[in-house]
């Protein structure tokens, strides 16, 4: 009787959350603009004034019904209350050593910002270097940068608010854990290379409205114990104000080397010689069809981890007095390298060979030496080791491992666990599964399927799909404490690893890319078929995600496709297609997306374009998630997507969007924001998907 009350129940507040919906109201104010030979209509064009008192009204309507059908939900409390425990285990960062002294960042569990802490060496105890969460009340300061310089008694300490990628420079003295005078402000995408007794960096004139265009990056010198306002210009290029400019310094501090981009892939690499204040720039890379990385210098050999010539990437080395003087060290495999680091005369290279990590290690010349054996199948990140000390660190993690880190020998390649996190989560319940599915065109995918052992193959078994499919990110094995409460209500968290990423090199990402865009989106729909097929799952049972251009990806397929899922979760995406190029600095997305300026490349982004793509009939029950604060993805992309989603929605299923006040794009978000919205997105989810508590 028991069981039947509750499903009773269960039904009452479905019928609830399903009848017609009465949606905020939003006015409709049609714009017509002209691609080439094509009319493009446009509804919402005037929620692209975020500062506007109409649209702030609209955002507070909007989350006020969004709260008000979650809150309906009776299993809520149930989620959070179960997330607020698991995300309430120690996290710590792979620690870096400097000069002997040991860094790393510690999360006691449900501290809205890791902390970052300091040892004066192996045997002395840690000490508290700097709490961010000091510096805010509600903890969205965040510390987007720690760089050290090379005596390890000052570091550059990046902060940002709110989420926002705009950041403020403060310099730290590491020996009076004080804070100095200088504040550089109006800081955006920009490191800090530390030579001599400053250190280089890139900034903006002026920082901009939320959606305004970021250009004319320069780079700066800033000497310790002076005014910024005294910095001296050290590069500027007036005739390419979309690009983005690093200056760095070799770790000897003997060669200056200058990157430019214009996208998020690839870059050109220049260098000279810094004991020479008139020498002239030495041209290796101009064009952006490759990305070059600089590892070391030693003995005039600058050592240079490139995909140039090699889409699966290799090192290479040239000598600075003879620069058409090159030799390959490590040569490309048909797996993909992703990093190398220099420690004491060996290279340690990182692979990436069907999205696991590899270690190798080889000699200064190129000479295999060893493998370090890994403790299974998952990823190794912060990978590093100080030239002249013994050891390096990693971190090793995988879907169900959440974080153990090792120390290791590079020249023995043997390894010691020296660090684990423990969480209220009993892992050896669960297992994961790499599967290897077809797309469209026949290409080849994998995916990794995380659930409880002895699963039945019944087909009604609730799935959530994650995919990215862009930028040549990979996306690749990591714990999320997220992801528990769905895992133990008996879900298979499935992410699959579509073109687009960066899993098998730069023909996987580039297959992915402008006209070829469609694959990724055929690639995450064969996903979703396989795992019907395979009777893992139904078309009522499935929930996609994605942020960013995964947010893209789930506004794509679920415009495309909407019979294929029953939940759709496009998070701060990108949605409008002809216009994202417009604000901040999606113009350095073109290369992977194309522009509506170019005829070609518009015919195919109307093709795909989420908000314009939408029809009058029944898709997915959708939860957009968004936010106020978001400075690169905008959040009026979300906003006129879901206004034309809920004038368009035909059917039962809500269409709603949530909006976090005083966050952004996702990095520095505290832990306090991450548990209120993933409460949310699995209360909203879990219900649609008709799994029960």
């Known amino acids: ?71 309906k939900i009776a299993f809520k409390s149930k989620i959070k209350t179960r997330l607020q425990e698991i995300w309430d285990y120690e996290r ?15 999360n006691d569990g449900v501290q809205n910002q890791s902390v970052l802490y300091y040892q004066a060496g ?111 210009l050290v590069y500027e290029d007036k005739e390419n104000a979309n690009r983005f400019y690093s200056f760095n310094v070799t770790d000897d501090e003997k060669i200056f080397y200058l990157t430019s981009s214009e996208t998020t892939s690839g870059n050109t690499l220049y260098f000279k010689e ?15 069809d490759q990305d070059a990385q600089i590892i070391t210098h030693q003995n005039n050999q600058l050592y240079i981890f490139t995909n140039s010539g090699a889409p699966n990437g290799r090192l290479i080395a040239v000598n600075t007095k003879k620069p058409s ?20 005369h060996v290279f340690v290279a990182q692979y990436l060979k069907d999205v696991k990590s590899e270690l190798e290690v080889y000699s200064s010349r190129g000479k295999f030496l060893t493998k370090i054996n890994l403790p299974g199948a998952g990823i190794v990140s912060g990978l590093n080791a100080e030239d002249g000390h013994h050891m390096g660190h990693f971190t090793f993690t995988s879907y169900l491992e959440p974080g153990t880190i090792y120390e290791f020998q590079p020249e023995s390649g043997g390894i010691n666990e020296i660090w684990r996190a423990q969480v209220k989560f009993n892992s050896d319940e669960y297992e994961t599964k790499q599967v290897f599915y077809y797309s469209k065109d026949s290409t080849k995918v994998p995916m990794f399927l995380t659930y ?37 209500n ?51 049972k499935i929930a996609i995600c994605g942020r960013s251009n995964g947010g893209l990806l789930v506004g794509a397929v679920m415009t495309q496709r909407p019979d294929l899922f029953k939940v759709a979760l496009p998070g701060v995406g990108v949605l409008d297609m002809l216009h994202y190029h417009q604000f901040t600095i999606g113009y350095a997305w073109a290369d992977d997306y194309g522009v509506s300026s170019v005829k070609e490349e518009f015919e195919a982004l109307i093709k795909y374009s989420p908000l314009h793509n939408i029809k009058n009939k029944e898709y997915p029950a959708t939860l957009v998630t968004t936010a106020d604060h978001d400075d690169r993805v905008v ?59």
């Not at 105890?125 to 000052?154: C, H, M, R, W």
């Not at 030799?327 to 190398?340: A, H």
């Open 122 to 232: 192996l045997a002395s105890a840690p000490e508290v270097l700097l709490d961010p969460n000091t510096l805010s009340k509600e903890g969205t300061t965040a510390i987007t940068l720690f760089s050290v310089n090379q005596n390890a008694d000052y570091a550059v300490v990046g902060l940002s608010d709110a989420g926002s990628d705009w950041t403020n420079f403060r310099i730290l003295n590491l020996n009076t854990k004080q804070f100095e005078n200088e504040v550089i402000k109006n800081i955006k995408f920009s490191g800090a290379s530390w030579y001599k007794d400053g250190f280089f960096y890139s900034k903006y004139d002026t920082k901009r409205e939320l959606h305004g265009i970021n250009n004319n990056m320069k780079v700066y010198y800033h000497k310790l114990g002076t005014r910024p306002e005294l910095d001296s």
């Open 274 to 288: 810094a004991s020479d204040p008139k020498a002239e720039w030495v041209k290796l890379y101009d064009g952006f």
């Open 92 to 106: 710590r960062s792979t620690p870096f050593t400097k000069r002997g002294k040991i860094f790393y960042f510690k």
């Open 452 to 488: 409880k052992k002895g699963i039945k193959l019944t087909g009604t078994n609730p799935v959530f799909l994650y995919g990215y499919g862009g930028f040549n990110v990979s996306v690749t094995p990591s714990f999320s404490p997220a992801m528990i409460p769905f895992l133990e």
């Open 325 to 344: 003087e090159i030799k390959v060290i490590i040569p490309e495999k048909d797996y993909v390298l992703t990093n190398v680091i220099y420690h004491n």
């Open 490 to 540: 008996g879900g298979i968290y499935a992410v699959a690893n579509i073109r687009g990423g960066g899993e098998y090199g730069q023909e996987w990402y580039k297959a992915g890319t402008k006209a070829q865009k469609q694959n990724v989106f055929d690639d995450f729909i064969a996903a979703a078929e396989y795992l019907i097929a395979e009777k893992y799952t139904n078309k009522s």
């Open 635 to 693: 959040p009026s992309h979300s906003f006129k997507f879901i206004a034309e989603l809920q004038k368009n929605q035909k059917g039962k299923n809500p269409v709603l969007i949530r909006v976090d006040v005083n966050a952004g794009h996702g990095a520095g978000k505290p832990t306090s924001k991450s548990i209120e919205e993933w409460t949310d997105i699995w209360t909203f989810t879990m219900f649609h998907l008709g799994m029960k508590l």
């Open 1 to 71: 009787m028991k069981n039947l009350t509750g499903l009773f129940v269960l039904s009452l507040i479905s019928t609830a959350m399903n009848a017609q919906i009465k949606y905020p109201e939003t006015r409709v104010t049609p714009q017509t603009e002209t691609f080439f030979d094509t009319v493009v209509t446009e509804n919402f064009r005037w929620l692209e004034k975020l500062n506007s008192e109409e649209v702030k009204n609209w955002v507070s309507a909007q989350n006020r019904l969004t709260d008000s059908l979650i809150n």
